[in-house]
C-alpha cells in the first residue's frame, strides 16, 4: 500500500492538482501471467481513450480465495471484493482499479448460469474495480483485450451496456462472443459519450 500511496501522490504532482481537487487516477494492476508488453499496451490504449492517468502496479499472485471450489478457477467478483477493500477511494485519491490475467475468469449467477465464463467484469456501473482475462479472447489478441478493458473501464465510468443502434459502440454487451469484441471499435456512441463520468 505504500507504493500505491506514492503513485498516487506523484500522479498528483505531475498533474498539478490542488489539494482541494484530488487526482483522478487509474490503477493498472497486472496478475501473474500478464506480459509487459500487454501491460504497456492496455496501459498506452487506457490514457489515450480516456484522457485520464494511468498507475502501473507491481504484478501480483490472483487471491488464493477467489478460487471456485466446483470449477477451480478465479471467481471474478471476489477478486473485485479484495481490490475494493484494498484500494478505497479517499478525499486524497479517487481511484479506478483496472486488473488483468490470463485466467479464465467465471461469474457466479444461479441458477441459469452458476458458472460463466467471462471475458471482464466490473463490480458494478459507476464503480471502481474492474477486471479483464485474455484466456477467451484469443493467443496474443492484444486488440481484443484492450476492448474488453475500455469497456469494463466503461462501467465504472457509468456506462451501462449500449442500448443504440450502433453496431461498433464499445460498450455493445458482447455475451459471451468474440465475435462482438470484433465488431466493435475503440469507439464510444454519441448516448454512451454523454452518460460518461467519473
Not at 18 to 29: E, F, G, K, N
Not at 116 to 121: I, K, N, P, Q
Not at 169 to 189: F, H, I, N, Q
Request: hydrophobic share 40%.
Amino acid at each position: 500500500m505504500r507504493l500505491y500511496g506514492l503513485l498516487i501522490l506523484a500522479l498528483a504532482l505531475m498533474s498539478g492538482a490542488a489539494p482541494d481537487s484530488p487526482p483522478q487516477v487509474i490503477c493498472l494492476l497486472p496478475f501473474a501471467g500478464i506480459t509487459p508488453a500487454q501491460t504497456k499496451a492496455v496501459e498506452q490504449a487506457v490514457a489515450a481513450f480516456y484522457g485520464l492517468p494511468v498507475a502501473v502496479l507491481p504484478p501480483e499472485e490472483l487471491p488464493a480465495s477467489a478460487l471456485c471450489p466446483v470449477r477451480r478457477r478465479p471467481r471474478a467478483a471476489v477478486v473485485l471484493d479484495s481490490l475494493h477493500a484494498r484500494f478505497p477511494s479517499t478525499p486524497q485519491a479517487r481511484t479506478k482499479v483496472l486488473a488483468l490475467t490470463t485466467e479464465d475468469i467465471e461469474l457466479e449467477d444461479p441458477p441459469q448460469k452458476p458458472h460463466w465464463g467471462v471475458f471482464g467484469l466490473a463490480n458494478r456501473v459507476g464503480g471502481n474495480e474492474c477486471i479483464a482475462s485474455t484466456f477467451r479472447l484469443g493467443p496474443g489478441r492484444t486488440d481484443r483485450l484492450i476492448k474488453v478493458c475500455l469497456h469494463e473501464l466503461g462501467h465504472t465510468l457509468h456506462l451501462p451496456h449500449c442500448t443504440s443502434a450502433s453496431a461498433s459502440c464499445l460498450m455493445r454487451d458482447a455475451g459471451g462472443k468474440v465475435a462482438t469484441v470484433d465488431a466493435e471499435k475503440e469507439y464510444l456512441c454519441e448516448a454512451c459519450r454523454a452518460k460518461l463520468r467519473w
